[in-house]
């Protein structure tokens, strides 16, 4: 298998490095030349643009930032669709809309290549250990066939249905990793007005049984949201959104005994906003995001 690889990022760098060192056939291609220069001790070969690195790989993967990104070089004049060959394979490493996966899988069909949405999770120091999570959507022979590729940076990687389904997997991770730093940061809050010491409260938490991955990094940050709103808030409130709208579109709530994707059942038949999503909004609030 020949692969190529597109954003060498914090994440996409070491999943490169990774994939090389398994000993895959790799090319890369960024849009700056610094960005190739730790690459250029490995056996991985460069190319001037997507649509040449394309023709020369079975399988593209792209760890880009954003749709945007996904569809120009995809898409684009001098994109992936530009140079590769029937039976190739695209691979969104990025987390994105479920429909921008699906629409290039439209458009790839076409040419009679295949796309998976691959988004992962557990960022640069679980790329470089080989532990990232990797949430795959798409046709089920497709993914069998890139799954030793996957597992060269990935443990677990799981499948979980059809083309973007492993977009809406990652968004409701982080939806509910953003709800949880809210709730961490409200309840340390909360002892601190009680009178405890904040600084031991963030010593026993993360040792008793509402420990988190989101409590430990909140008081990794002292206490507030406000390190983690500098650092990633751009990032949780763009994927809040994506899935707040993937739900608003979704909704199901005219269809009998089918919960809401945007309310749930409360006593008395009530109707009541989703909680988690409640609290995803109100930590991007407390971030002022």
């Known amino acids: 298998m020949r692969v190529g690889f597109i954003g060498l990022g914090s994440q996409g760098a070491p999943m490169a490095r990774r994939i090389v060192r398994a000993g895959y056939e790799t090319t890369l291609w ?12 490995t056996a991985a070969k460069t190319t001037g643009s997507p649509a040449e690195l394309a023709a020369a790989c079975d399988v593209v993967c792209l760890c880009v930032v954003d749709d945007a990104d996904v569809e120009q070089l995809t898409t684009g004049p001098d994109g992936v669709l530009a140079g590769m060959r029937a039976g190739g394979v695209i691979v969104v490493h990025s987390t994105v809309h479920p429909e921008t996966c699906r629409r290039l899988e439209d458009r790839a069909r076409i040419q009679r290549v295949s796309v998976l949405d691959a988004p992962v999770s557990g960022g640069g120091r679980a790329a470089e250990q080989g532990t990232l999570l990797v949430m795959a959507g798409g046709d089920p022979q497709v993914f069998a066939f890139c799954r030793p590729l996957f597992a060269t940076y990935g443990d677990p990687v799981v499948h979980l249905g059809p083309i973007g389904s492993g977009q809406v997997a990652k968004l409701l991770n982080n939806v ?31 040792r008793g049984s509402a420990a988190s991955f989101a409590l430990e990094r909140v008081v990794d940050a002292g206490g507030t949201l406000a390190r983690i709103a500098a650092h990633a808030g751009g990032l949780l409130a763009k994927d809040v959104r994506l899935f707040a709208d993937i739900a608003d579109n979704a ?5 009998a005994d089918t919960p809401s994707l945007t309310e ?26």
């Open 176 to 206: 509910l990793f953003t709800a949880q730093l809210g709730l961490a940061a409200d309840a340390l809050e909360l002892g601190g007005q009680l009178g405890l010491d904040t600084e031991g409260l963030g010593r026993i938490l993360p």
């Open 30 to 41: 960024a849009r700056r030349s610094a960005t190739l220069a730790p690459f250029a001790d």
């Open 264 to 289: 749930s059942a409360a006593p008395h038949g009530e109707r009541r906003p989703r909680p988690v999503r409640e609290a995803a909004r109100s930590a991007l609030d407390a971030m002022g995001l």
């Open 251 to 255: 909704d199901t709530s005219d269809i």
